[in-house]
């Protein structure tokens, strides 16, 4: 066995990347680095599938890629899978940076991929080169010791596993064992291009730094990322112990309880918290956990601050939570509606807490009809046993309903007015007289 192939199959072992058998879906692009991590594990005798995403970024150049690893694909028996994404249309229309919106789409495609096949994971081939221009990058950005730990050789995200066999390997290694065996690829202008924050740090930052500062500058890059990642990993450990003594983890974290700890643990803690509730990590840099931090502090009910991409951390009283803000599907609910005789008094819980019950008056509901529909700014209602009339907002106030909530509270209506806030009271005027009237029993819940 090679050099480097003994290199990548102790990395394989070493990390637990994946086990005998496994199906494993590769990332290739055509550049150097992907073709020979796909020879590499072909030749490890790896079960494999080939992933190509074309970015609609540069024309010809792109569709010249995409037929070279169709080509290489074939040669090698391997199966391909392969998408066009028009990446600069979506950095537009999500108002984010072209390299944000391609490595989006990437990491998308290698889901659906990696789904489709019944793949365990997906092999991409950040190398050490990567990995020191990583940590270079984020240190720059004022990242703290959990960004300076660089990338993991083996990582999740939104439920993709994913593996870097090449992470310890130099760039150069892998040209070399390309030349010695006659293996071609494909040059991606594109990474020579200033533009790019990466090619400048990888053409001008990093050779200057080698020049003028430490000729293994690499080297001390990696030897650090490495030391950070295996130390948060301790801490990490130690915190979420704390953190989530029960699994699974909690959607929200008590105010109370982060607030009770000293300011470092605080930092770690949120930002551990918020990439197990689904925030992807790369957004989580110092400022990030800054700004979730400040909910901390506030003493309004509720408040949020936006994370990026889509993300929000909410407080609502003492509980903070994470929402990814894309427009969510509008409720659907049920109303069941029987003949009943007499009382089923509901006891109150939380307004709009669901499923609930209630009985109404039959005989002063008739024979109009009941309509369900989510409450408004300005409803207000009777309730039963109280003088005059609330605002629905002074009751979900009250009950401390989160701000954020409340448009999504269903209300029952019956000619016009309010009859009943589920999971509160039915309406004065419309309850059943006597244990003996007839009434309509009531039950909504979410369908």
């Given at each position: ?10 990395n ?19 550049g150097a ?11 490890l ?18 569709d ?15 199966p391909?899978i ?7 249309a ?12 391609a ?19 997906v ?18 950005r ?13 990582s ?15 760039r ?9 065996h ?10 020579c291009?200033p ?14 730094l080698?020049?003028r ?13 490495e030391?950070?990642r ?7 450990e ?20 982060l ?10 803690a ?6 197990h ?10 400022e ?32 903070v ?13 049920e ?5 009943h005789?007499?009382?089923v ?11 609930s019950?209630?009985?109404?008056s ?5 024979k ?5 529909r ?10 039963f046993?109280?003088n ?21 509270i269903?209300?029952?209506e ?15 005027g ?5 244990a ?12």
């Amino acid at each position: 066995m090679c050099a480097m192939l003994a290199c990548v199959h102790n990395n394989l072992r070493r990390y637990a990347m994946i086990q005998r058998g496994d199906l494993v879906v590769v990332a290739v692009s055509g550049g150097a680095d992907s073709v020979a991590l796909l020879h590499v594990l072909h030749r490890l005798h790896i079960k494999l599938a080939v992933a190509h995403l074309h970015h609609g970024i540069r024309g010809a150049a792109a569709d010249a890629d995409a037929a070279f690893v169709r080509r290489l694909a074939h040669r090698l028996g391997v199966p391909l899978i392969e998408e066009r994404v028009d990446v600069p249309a979506r950095a537009k229309a999500d108002g984010i940076s072209l390299e944000m919106a391609a490595r989006v789409a990437r990491y998308a495609f290698f889901a659906r991929a990696a789904k489709q096949l019944g793949a365990a994971a997906v092999a991409v081939a950040h190398t050490a080169d990567d990995q020191a221009e990583t940590v270079l990058l984020r240190l720059a950005r004022g990242a703290g010791s959990q960004g300076l730990g660089g990338m993991e050789p083996v990582s999740h995200r939104d439920g993709l596993k994913i593996i870097r066999p090449l992470l310890k390997i130099p760039r150069a290694a892998l040209i070399a064992f390309l030349k010695e065996h006659r293996l071609r690829w494909r040059e991606d202008a594109t990474n020579c291009d200033p533009h790019f924050l990466r090619n400048r740090v990888r053409h001008e930052i990093l050779p200057l730094l080698e020049k003028r500062l430490n000729p293994q500058i690499r080297t001390a890059l990696l030897r650090t990322a490495e030391v950070l990642r295996e130390e948060n990993g301790l801490l990490d450990e130690l915190t979420g112990r704390a953190l989530f003594p029960n699994a699974p983890k909690d959607s929200t974290v008590s105010v109370k309880k982060l607030t009770a700890w000293p300011l470092a643990l605080q930092r770690r803690a949120l930002r551990l918290w918020l990439m197990h509730a689904g925030l992807p990590a790369e957004h989580l840099d110092f400022e990030a956990v800054e700004a979730a931090l400040t909910l901390l502090k506030s003493t309004r009910g509720t408040r949020s601050v936006e994370i990026g991409d889509g993300w929000r951390v909410m407080r609502r009283y003492d509980q903070v939570a994470v929402e990814n803000t894309a427009p969510a599907a509008a409720p659907q609910w049920e109303l069941q509606i029987k003949s009943h005789r007499g009382v089923v008094k509901e006891k109150p819980t939380q307004p709009g807490q669901l499923p609930s019950h209630a009985t109404l008056s039959a005989a002063r509901v008739g024979k109009s009809p009941l309509v369900v529909r989510v409450a408004r700014p300005g409803d207000r209602l009777a309730p039963f046993g109280l003088n005059g009339t609330k605002k629905l907002q002074d009751i979900f106030t009250d009950a401390k309903v989160p701000r954020d909530q409340r448009d999504q509270i269903p209300v029952v209506e019956c000619r016009g007015e309010i009859v009943w806030l589920p999971g509160y009271r039915v309406a004065r005027g419309w309850e059943v007289p006597t244990a003996r009237s007839h009434s309509l029993l009531l039950t909504l819940r979410i369908s």
